[in-house]
């Protein structure tokens, strides 16, 4: 090794690279940026203003927030649903002055007072839904307009009843208490923010009405064609804001025990800030109360900070303006742009040096050495099938593969011209299995552990395993779980290939080349799946050993196939017995000789191999280059590979013709037959074997002869 | 519509019913108030439209283009009082003007980056930026709330002006529309902003310079805010900045919108906010004969917003097929 390729053995498989895109796909990054500008926010306030967080402090300021709060949730659900309220501000005042109304000049209860507040908002919130919701008008053009008016309105209101409300005798232990009274230590304002959120928090995340804001929010017109009832969804949006606007209304009358011209004053941009800043997208579908929380918090913090820090008129607005440029702007970009970084940053490529192999070339002279015998294979379901990953025969002699559709289709003996559909399971059924009663074991990829009773019942055994502390990814879902083979106690022991890429991404995870396979167990007895052995690359086939006491499973993009011990000294520890193949190994089974079969999906290539000691060439070609000029394993050729028990190369035969079998992922020895599938195929293929036992087969190989 | 040539009679559009609406209120004012129909008054009409119309001039470019923009009255009003400011404390008046330039086109162009290149919707950037502007310039470049036009400053005497007995801003508010008619109807560009404003995408396959335009409207329209913010402070001899505050930019959209400019752009044109400008300034000036205390005003003129735009959303209706998500 050179220097150069030290230093990039050392940038490449030392830098965790990988983890910037694993905590990409993560959700809770569109959380983590307004949560940091929330720290960052009271961290500055309360290092700087002395007192901030002290108790009489902190009540004052959470007073206000309790009624901010209520305006953001309200906005929250509006801009949820795809909408904007900016009437907000003119709710909550005209609210605020029908509570005050009602209890100073006609001297009602209290609680008639909070009526009124609430019937104020609600109509107007009908009236905003009405126009947005059912007259289809902009609701940024249209509730500027309300806002307009309401705020004409109150003012007229406010300087008609000003003075009466000053003369008025009304009072009220009720109302103190609501306006200034503490509840364990918290205002009923707080207190009241804190019930709403909750509730509209388990009404969004856990409701069909809830759902159905997300969903029209999310896309308008999919949700229209799904049949949800658009118009009524967005009108009740409004009407909620409303709501939640007259409620904060009520409170600040209890809390200054009256109006004034500056109710409400700058509050929709507040409120509209506060949630954008806190991450609620414009344009609906994205977003929580929580995190409208987190915008109020930030919002209300800044502003009455610079007040309380002695700034002058105007301070406010410009603060306010530069906060929803910013939080505006990275919201779009955020949105808009995620999936080009992810997609730029995901694939993080590793150094590795191949070993030296010996050619497979016909006529080479070694072990390895492809001939062309696999041409001459008879087919089966030529043109019918499509991706026969895996093929079993059963008792009865019938052959069973899965196909890309989801299906594990049954050809009858003993021509195997009739088919049928064995059973449907979704995903892509890859390796199988009979287990000992003659259910169907499948790996199912994308999907997890399936097993087919002979009556065709489908029951998922395993989808995922215990999840490691220290990985970001999520490693407890099975991503693409490959083959399966069961060892004489009944446990089934089978191969995740890859945490980090689904299925059908295969080929990235090639390029990338960073070993993230597995082998993991399955037992039959309690259900539980543990995992084994981990950090290999694309663990693949997985074969019992004739006596049951070990199984080998093939590492593919390392060209290697590993021995698990089961019992005796080594149990629960893998060693190496084949390294440095010249083609990919895929699936493993026995032989009637007492040997192995191995199949190759593809052939190793100078070119890949030597792009494995250029991670940073890999990088950039996924970057930069169209996906069908990407290089990749030649997946063209490929042959089934015969070893012994030490792994000793016995035999390997290929299709040079590449007319019948150009890759070969599978292959079962049945009564002196090959079967032969291959992931990309449109056939099985069956071939003759010379000097083989006619009467082996490996349902009575793995459990004895028949019951 | 027929975005050239005269009003369709025969089929209603809004624009037609304004444009009715205007002549039959012009009528009963005429017959019904007092000193209505008197030239003092008929040019009063005028010159309150004035600056509202050349707001609306920016305005309506910038709407045609599919876009909004919400910090104009900010910009009209604190580019003035800066430069004012500047003046009053003595900074010399080319180098003051110079920054007041190209402080509002640096504004102009914020805004039309952050909509062209960053995707922003319209609405938000610029109301972001006249929320900064006016906090900026409130709280960092002025000190109080109005400031006056120095004594024998040239602002001052612009609003001395009268040519005709009728005041500049009359044949400043005339020369702009037939400059903005004669650019949106006969130059290259102008018909380019109709094909960005109808359908952005299209314009741009075809090869019309959408972004860089769309930063060019938004310049545009900060420019001509501020020479109605001059214009202002010329007859009035001082620039309140609480004009931010208050509704005029509400007033703006109406009479872009009451017009007949639709707001889902492509539409419209110079005639559409004389129309508008003519029903609010003699709406405004009739109300104000009748002695309607302003705060009814509001309300009244807000009532007939909604009424427009609820119109406007009745004749060109939004479909759930074919309606943009985020279109808010």
Known sequence: ?707 | MNAIGWPNWRRLNQEGIVFAIAILLFAAAAIGLPGFLTADNLVAIVRSVSVLGILALGMAVVIIGRGIDLSAVAIMAMSVAWYLQLVNTGTSDGLAFGYVLAGVLAIGLLNGFLVAYADVPAIFVTLATGSFVFGYVRSQLITQDAVPVPGGHWVELLGGVRFLDIPVEVFVFAGLALLFFLFLRYTKWGRFIYFAGDNPVAARNIGVPVRPMLVLRYMLSAFVALIAGLLTAASLHSINTRIVNSTLLYDIVLVAVIGGIGLSGGRGGVRNVLVGAALIGILLNAMTIIDIPLLYQNLIKAAILLGAIIVDGIINPRDEQTAQQGDI
């Open chain 1, 1 to 707: 090794m050179n220097f150069r390729e030290r230093l990039q053995a050392w940038r490449y498989n030392l830098v965790p690279d990988h983890l910037v895109g694993e905590i990409l796909t993560k959700r809770w990054t569109d959380n983590a940026i307004p949560f940091l500008a929330l720290v960052a926010t009271l961290g500055v306030f309360g290092s700087i203003i002395p007192g901030f967080f002290k108790l009489t402090s902190l009540q004052e300021s959470t007073r206000q927030l309790g009624e901010f709060s209520l305006v953001v949730i309200g906005m929250t659900v509006v801009m949820l649903g795809g909408g904007i309220d900016l009437s907000v501000g003119s709710i909550f005042a005209l609210s605020c002055f029908s509570a005050v109304y009602v209890f100073f000049i006609l001297e009602q209860s209290v609680w008639l007072a909070l009526a009124a507040a609430l019937a104020t908002g609600l109509v107007f919130g009908a009236i905003n839904g009405y126009l947005v919701g059912y007259l289809r008008l902009r609701a940024f053009l249209t509730t500027l307009v309300t806002f307009i008016f309401g705020r004409a309105l109150f003012d007229i209101l406010v300087t008609t009843y000003a003075a009466d409300v000053q003369l008025s005798q009304a009072s009220s232990d009720v109302l103190d208490f609501i306006g200034d009274g503490t509840f364990w230590g918290l205002s009923v304002s707080v207190w009241l923010a804190i019930i709403l959120a909750i509730v509209t928090h388990i009404a969004l995340t856990r409701s069909r009405p809830g759902w159905h804001v997300l969903a029209v929010g999310g896309s308008r017109r999919s949700a229209h064609n799904a049949g949800i009832r658009v118009r009524r969804t967005v009108f009740m949006t409004y009407v909620f804001s409303g709501f939640c606007a007259s409620i904060g209304g009520f409170l600040i009358a209890c809390r200054l025990s009256g109006a004034g011209p500056g109710t409400g004053l700058n509050l929709e941009i507040m409120a509209l800030t506060a949630a954008v800043v806190g991450g609620v997208s414009l344009g609906g579908g994205r977003g929580s109360v929580i995190k409208g929380l987190m915008g109020a918090i930030i919002v209300l913090t800044m502003t009455n900070g610079l007040i309380r820090l002695g700034y002058g008129t105007g301070t406010n607005q410009m603060v306010l303006g530069i906060m929803l440029a910013v939080a505006v702007t990275i919201d779009i970009r955020w949105l808009k742009n995620r999936h080009k970084v992810l997609n730029e940053v995901y694939v993080a490529p590793v150094y590795l040096k191949m070993g030296e192999t010996q050619s497979a070339a016909p006529g080479s002279g070694t072990s390895y050495e492809l001939d062309n015998r696999l041409s001459a294979a008879d087919h089966i379901g030529l043109g019918e099938l499509e991706g026969p990953e895996d093929v079993i025969l059963d008792r009865d002699d019938h052959l069973y593969c899965g196909t890309r559709h989801g299906e594990i289709v049954r050809f009858f003996a003993p021509d195997y011209v009739k088919s049928e559909v064995f059973a449907h399971i979704g995903g892509f059924p890859l390796g199988l299995a009979f287990d000992r009663d003659g259910n169907l074991i499948s790996c199912v990829g994308a999907m997890g552990l399936y097993s087919v009773s002979p009556d065709r019942e489908v029951k998922r055994l395993s989808a995922e395993t215990s999840r490691s502390w220290t990985s970001i990814v999520d490693d407890a879902r099975l991503r693409d779980p490959n083959d399966c083979d069961i060892a004489p106690d009944g446990r089934i022991y089978f191969t995740d290939s890859t945490k980090r890429y689904d299925a059908h991404d295969w080929a990235l995870d090639s390029i990338e080349n960073r070993a993230t396979g597995r082998l993991l167990v399955y037992d039959p007895k309690d259900g539980s799946t543990k995992t084994l052995l981990d950090g290999y690359r694309y663990t693949n086939g997985v074969c019992m050993a004739h006596d049951g006491k070990s199984l080998f499973f093939a590492e593919s993009w390392a060209c290697r196939v590993h021995r698990y011990w089961l019992e005796g000294p080594k149990a629960g520890t893998a060693e190496c017995v084949i390294r440095d193949m010249p083609g990919y190994p895929d699936n493993i089974n026995r032989a009637s000789d007492g040997n192995y079969w191995m199949a190759w999906l593809g052939m190793r290539t100078p070119s890949f191999d030597l792009s494995l000691r250029h991670p940073d060439m890999r990088k950039r070609m996924t970057r930069r280059l169209p996906q069908d000029e990407w290089l990749f394993p030649n997946i063209n050729t490929g042959g089934v590979v015969k070893f012994n028990e030490k792994g000793g190369i016995v035999e390997a035969m290929g299709d040079l013709s590449g007319d019948a079998h150009p890759m070969v992922t599978s292959m079962r020895e049945h009564k002196g037959y090959l079967f032969v599938g291959g992931i990309l195929n449109n056939r099985v293929g069956r071939y003759r074997i010379e000097d083989a036992d006619p009467n082996w087969t490996s349902p009575a190989s793995y459990w004895g002869g028949k019951p």
